[in-house]
């Protein structure tokens, strides 16, 4: 339990950034129209590739807070792993989820605001 309590407050740190590739991709995808299932590998590159930029950015700018995560016994391997499984598994999800039902662009743009809202006012409240 504590793993995942920690694990947690890694990706809480990169949540944003990679929610913000998620939306774009489900929000370009809802663009696309009939030619939507054709596009999906080029945002799955787009995700991989931007998955890793935002991790070398946040090990980058944090190797002194990985430390403490080293010091509890989380290897820095482990952090990134579960939370780019994690995170790939939420992209897959919202994929599936527009090409099935089809969810427009503009709805998708509401929860983008939204979520920046959310997140603005946790990371001003502390």
């Given at each position: 339990m504590r793993t995942v309590?920690?694990?947690t407050r890694f990706y809480g740190s990169i949540f944003l950034a990679n929610f913000l590739v998620t939306l774009?991709?489900?929000?370009?995808?809802?663009?696309?129209?009939?030619?939507?299932?054709?596009?999906?590998?080029?945002?799955?590159?787009?995700?991989?590739?931007?998955m890793m930029m935002i991790f070398y950015t946040a090990v980058y700018y944090k190797k002194n807070e990985l430390y403490y995560y080293q010091n509890l016994g989380i290897t820095k391997l482990k952090l990134i792993l579960t939370t780019s499984v994690f995170d790939f598994f939420v992209w897959l999800i919202f994929i599936l989820l527009q090409l099935m039902t089809g969810i427009p662009g503009t709805l998708f743009n509401y929860i983008l605001w939204g979520v920046l809202l959310i997140h603005a006012y946790a990371y001003y409240k502390k």
């Open positions: 309590r920690l694990i774009s991709c489900i929000y370009l995808l809802a663009m696309a129209g009939k030619s939507a299932q054709t596009l999906v590998s080029v945002f799955f590159w787009y995700k991989t590739i931007s």
